[in-house]
Nanobody
Framework: QVQLVESGGGLVQPGGSLRLSCAASGIIFSTYALGWYRQAPGKQRELVAQIFPGGSTNYRDSVKGRFTIARDNAKNTVRLQMNNLKPEDTAVYYC?????????WGQGTQVTVSS
């Protein structure tokens, strides 16, 4: 059984930082592309950051320079370090694992950026 379990969300003031973690089980972790997506109320789910098996990364423009995605294949975890958070980053963040079109999702973790 495949499981992706996110943690690390919460409430933070603008300019603050949070680190999200996703622990995976039931997959050959090192072979999967891993991503963080987010969905704000009334909006479509969007890709935030992605890291491929070889370590290359991809970020949406609005988070470049503020967010960093990293994977630890030994621990089957992927993290998203989020710095200089803005109110528009408020959303539910989802972990995603993708291999050859086969996708798995976590349950999501809420990130709220507000003063």
């Amino acid at each position: 059984q495949v499981q992706l379990v996110e943690s690390g969300g919460g409430l933070v003031q603008p300019g603050g930082s949070l680190r999200l973690s996703c622990a995976a089980s039931g997959i050959i972790f090192s072979t999967y592309a891993l991503g963080w997506y987010r969905q704000a109320p009334g909006k479509q789910r969007e890709l935030v950051a992605q890291i491929f098996p070889g370590g290359s990364t991809n970020y949406r423009d609005s988070v470049k320079g503020r967010f960093t995605i990293a994977r630890d294949n030994a621990k089957n975890t992927v993290r998203l370090q989020m710095n200089n958070l803005k109110p528009e980053d408020t959303a539910v963040y989802y972990c995603n694992a993708n291999w050859n079109g086969r996708q798995y999702w976590g349950q999501g973790t809420q990130v709220t950026v507000s003063s």
